[in-house]
Nanobody, 122 residues
C-alpha cells in the first residue's frame, strides 16, 4: 500500500526558507515521477515542481529560481527546498506520485499525501 507523508511545513517570514519532506512507503520514490502541489482554499490545486524517475525536473513559473525538488533514494524521501518565500506561497502543500517513471505534465498523479501547511507572513 502506497503511503506518502509530508512534513516540514510551518510559519516563516517573507524571504525565509523551508524544506518540505515526503516520506514514501510501499513505493520507490527515486524511480518514479513525483511532484509537489499546493492549494489555497477556494482555488484549484496547482503543480509546483515535479521530478521524473530519471531525475528530470520541472517547475512552475512561480517556483523557478526559488524552489528545488530532489529525492533521496536511500531514505525513499522526496524534498522541496523553498527559498525566498513570499506571502503568495502560503498554501497547503501536497506530495504526489505516479506509478510511471516518467511524468506526463501535472496530470495522472494517483497517490497523494495529506498535506503540510506553509504560511508566509509579510
Amino acid at each position: 500500500q502506497v503511503q506518502l507523508v509530508e512534513s516540514g511545513g510551518g510559519s516563516v517570514q517573507a524571504g525565509g526558507s523551508l524544506r518540505l519532506s515526503c516520506q514514501a512507503s510501499g513505493y520507490t520514490a527515486s524511480s518514479s515521477c513525483m511532484g509537489w502541489f499546493r492549494q489555497v482554499p477556494g482555488k484549484e490545486r496547482e503543480g509546483v515542481a515535479r521530478i521524473s524517475g530519471g531525475g528530470a525536473t520541472t517547475y512552475a513559473d512561480s517556483a523557478k529560481g526559488r524552489f528545488t525538488i530532489s529525492s533521496d533514494s536511500a531514505k525513499n524521501t522526496l524534498y522541496l527546498l523553498m527559498n525566498s518565500l513570499k506571502p503568495e506561497d502560503t498554501a497547503m502543500y501536497y506530495c504526489a506520485a505516479r506509478i510511471n517513471w516518467y511524468c506526463a505534465g501535472w496530470a495522472d498523479f494517483g497517490y497523494w499525501g495529506q498535506g503540510t501547511q506553509v504560511t508566509v507572513s509579510s
